[in-house]
C-alpha cells in the first residue's frame, strides 16, 4: 500500500531537548511538507521540500530544522530553541506536476513537551 | 495576516439536511481552493476542489462554490450524514506557487447529529 508512515503516533520529550520525527512515504512523491496543527488553529507551514538535497523554510520554521538525503524521507527535528514545541505535527507530499489536490497527508504525530 | 478565513469555529446540523460550510480570503492572486476533512488525531484527506476559473464544482454530496468577486467559497454538503462529522479546513494555492504550498484556514467543527 503507498502512503505516508510517521513515527511514533504520539510523543513525550523533557523540555531543552532536541526530538526528531519520522517521515517516510513511498508514493514517488518529489515534493515533501511539514505543517504544524495547534487546537482552534489551521495547519502552518514549517519546511518543505520540492526535490532531493533541497528545502525551503515555511512560516514558522524558527526553531525547527530538517534534511532531505533521501527521496522517500524527510525527518524534522524540534529543537531546544522552539518555545512552545507542543503541537500535533502533520508531515505531507506531493507531485510538483501535479494539481494541488495530490497533497497526501501523513496520521501526524503529537509532540508533548513537559 | 490572515489570507484565509473560516469566520465560523463550528456547525451543528440535523443529519439529512444541507451543510454549508464558508471561506473567505483576501490575496486575489490564489488560483485553486481545496477542502480537506480532518478527523481527530488523523492526517486531513482531501475532499474537493475547484480552480479559479470556475464557480462550481461537484462530486456526489459534495459541491464547491467560488464567488471570485466576493472572495468567498462555500462547501455544501446534502444530505449530511453522521459520517461527515469532523472538521473542515479550506486551503488556497497562490497563482505560480508550489503546487502543494498551501495556505490554510483555522477550520470548521461539523457535527452532523441523528
Known amino acids: 500500500d503507498g502512503g505516508i508512515t510517521q513515527s511514533p503516533k504520539y510523543l513525550f520529550r523533557k523540555e531543552g531537548q532536541n526530538v526528531t520525527l519520522s517521515c517516510e512515504q513511498n508514493?514517488?512523491?518529489?515534493?515533501m511538507y511539514w505543517y504544524r496543527q495547534d487546537p482552534g488553529q489551521g495547519l502552518r507551514l514549517i519546511y518543505y521540500?520540492?526535490?532531493?538535497?533541497?528545502?525551503q523554510k515555511g512560516d514558522i520554521a524558527e526553531g525547527y530544522s530538517v534534511s532531505r538525503e533521501k527521496k522517500e524521507s524527510f525527518p524534522l527535528t524540534v529543537t531546544s530553541a522552539q518555545k512552545n514545541p507542543t503541537a500535533f505535527y502533520l508531515c505531507?507530499?506531493?507531485?510538483?506536476?501535479?494539481?494541488?489536490?495530490?497533497?497526501?497527508f501523513g496520521p501526524g504525530t503529537r509532540l508533548t513537551v513537559l | 495576516d490572515q489570507q484565509v478565513k473560516q469566520n465560523s469555529p463550528s456547525l451543528s446540523v440535523q443529519e439529512g439536511r444541507i451543510s454549508i460550510l464558508n471561506c473567505d480570503y483576501t490575496?486575489?492572486?490564489?488560483?485553486?481552493f481545496l477542502w480537506y476533512k480532518k478527523y481527530p488525531a488523523e492526517g486531513p484527506t482531501f475532499l474537493i476542489s475547484i480552480s479559479s476559473i470556475k464557480d462550481k464544482n461537484e462530486d456526489g454530496r459534495f459541491t464547491v462554490f467560488l464567488n471570485k468577486s466576493a472572495k468567498h467559497l462555500s462547501l455544501h454538503i446534502v444530505p449530511s450524514q453522521p459520517g461527515d462529522s469532523a472538521v473542515y479546513f479550506c486551503?488556497?494555492?497562490?497563482?505560480?506557487?508550489?503546487?502543494?504550498?498551501?495556505?490554510f484556514g483555522k477550520g470548521t467543527k461539523l457535527s452532523v447529529k441523528p
Open positions: 490575496n486575489s492572486m490564489f488560483d485553486y
Open positions: 486551503a488556497a494555492k497562490l497563482y505560480g506557487g508550489s503546487q502543494g504550498n498551501l495556505i
Open positions: 521540500s520540492q526535490i532531493v538535497n533541497d528545502f
Open positions: 508514493l514517488n512523491h518529489d515534493a
Open positions: 505531507a507530499s506531493s507531485t510538483r506536476q501535479g494539481r494541488p489536490d495530490t497533497q497526501y
